[in-house]
């Protein structure tokens, strides 16, 4: 827990370089026509939408008579998965993780999932097998000094049509603009969410392509080259909020 209160202090000057956008956050309202979750895929759908959310870094405004359940980073964790080429080895996936994330969840006093909920992802804590890739990775792809934080803002979902049931694992997509390399997009994530009493645990993915957010191919040393396409996983434990 101290260690995610000085990642919430760290990363506040780069909430102006970031934008309210992922990086994300977790849970939403259902759409007037919900779309089943099997017909959507995950991944960009276009530019950000407007969104009228009161958030800062790992927070939400609770709207009256709703619930927040705040990402317990210890039980958390977001990675990225990429395809890379290397020379004298060939065809390798690289894994990229990080238990620095923090958020909100919101819920309607129903059990129905609230928008405006969000999670950030401190990028600078990223770590994969290779310490050679994971700092050419801050200093160059992803440019951590600037852009430090991956933040997700939650506007709406898909295949949902009312509260998680108790108990039961519930499969629906996530719609909201996630924000990268300073740049923000409108995407989709598959979500898998169980909710507990005050416990709410899942996992959500999708994928991007990294010129979507600004991000040039990674070519360096033995990288002889990286597939365009990147996957984002996170999985989340969330605990109501006193």
Request: proline fraction near 5%; include cysteine.
């Given at each position: 827990?101290?260690?995610?209160?000085?990642?919430?202090?760290?990363?506040?000057?780069?909430?102006?370089?970031?934008?309210?956008?992922?990086?994300?956050?977790?849970?939403?309202v259902?759409?007037a026509?919900?779309v089943?979750?099997?017909e959507?895929t995950?991944?960009?759908?276009?530019?950000?939408?407007?969104?009228?959310?009161?958030?800062?870094?790992g927070?939400?405004?609770?709207?009256?008579g709703?619930?927040?359940?705040?990402?317990?980073?210890?039980?958390?964790?977001?990675r990225?998965?990429?395809?890379?080429?290397?020379?004298?080895v060939?065809?390798?996936?690289?894994v990229?993780?990080?238990?620095?994330?923090?958020g909100?969840?919101?819920?309607?006093?129903?059990?129905?999932?609230?928008?405006?909920?969000?999670?950030?992802?401190?990028?600078?804590?990223?770590?994969?097998?290779?310490?050679?890739?994971?700092?050419?990775?801050?200093?160059n792809?992803?440019?951590?000094?600037t852009?430090?934080?991956?933040?997700?803002?939650?506007t709406?979902?898909?295949?949902?049509?009312?509260?998680?049931?108790?108990?039961?694992?519930?499969?629906?997509?996530?719609?909201g603009?996630?924000?990268?390399?300073?740049?923000?997009?409108l995407?989709?994530?598959?979500?898998?969410?169980?909710?507990?009493?005050?416990?709410?645990?899942g996992?959500?993915?999708?994928?991007?392509?990294?010129?979507?957010?600004?991000?040039?191919?990674?070519?360096v040393?033995?990288?002889?080259?990286?597939d365009?396409?990147?996957?984002?996983?996170?999985?989340i434990?969330?605990?109501?909020?006193?």
């Amino acid at each position: 827990m101290h260690r995610l209160w000085r990642f919430a202090q760290d990363v506040s000057f780069g909430l102006g370089a970031i934008g309210s956008g992922f990086l994300i956050a977790f849970l939403g309202v259902p759409l007037a026509n919900p779309v089943a979750a099997q017909e959507a895929t995950p991944g960009v759908l276009g530019t950000e939408v407007a969104s009228q959310c009161v958030t800062d870094i790992g927070t939400a405004e609770v709207p009256e008579g709703a619930t927040a359940f705040s990402i317990v980073g210890e039980e958390s964790a977001a990675r990225y998965r990429a395809q890379e080429e290397l020379a004298s080895v060939g065809t390798t996936e690289a894994v990229g993780e990080t238990n620095a994330i923090v958020g909100t969840i919101l819920m309607a006093e129903d059990g129905t999932p609230l928008p405006c909920s969000r999670f950030d992802v401190d990028l600078r804590t990223l770590q994969s097998d290779e310490a050679r890739r994971d700092n050419y990775l801050y200093d160059n792809t992803l440019e951590t000094g600037t852009y430090p934080l991956a933040t997700f803002v939650l506007t709406s979902i898909e295949g949902l049509d009312g509260p998680i049931p108790e108990g039961q694992e519930t499969t629906f997509m996530l719609v909201g603009n996630l924000t990268v390399h300073g740049e923000t997009r409108l995407i989709t994530w598959e979500a898998t969410v169980t909710r507990e009493g005050d416990t709410l645990t899942g996992s959500a993915k999708t994928t991007f392509e990294m010129a979507d957010f600004g991000i040039e191919e990674p070519v360096v040393g033995p990288v002889l080259s990286v597939d365009e396409m990147i996957a984002l996983e996170v999985d989340i434990t969330a605990q109501r909020a006193a």
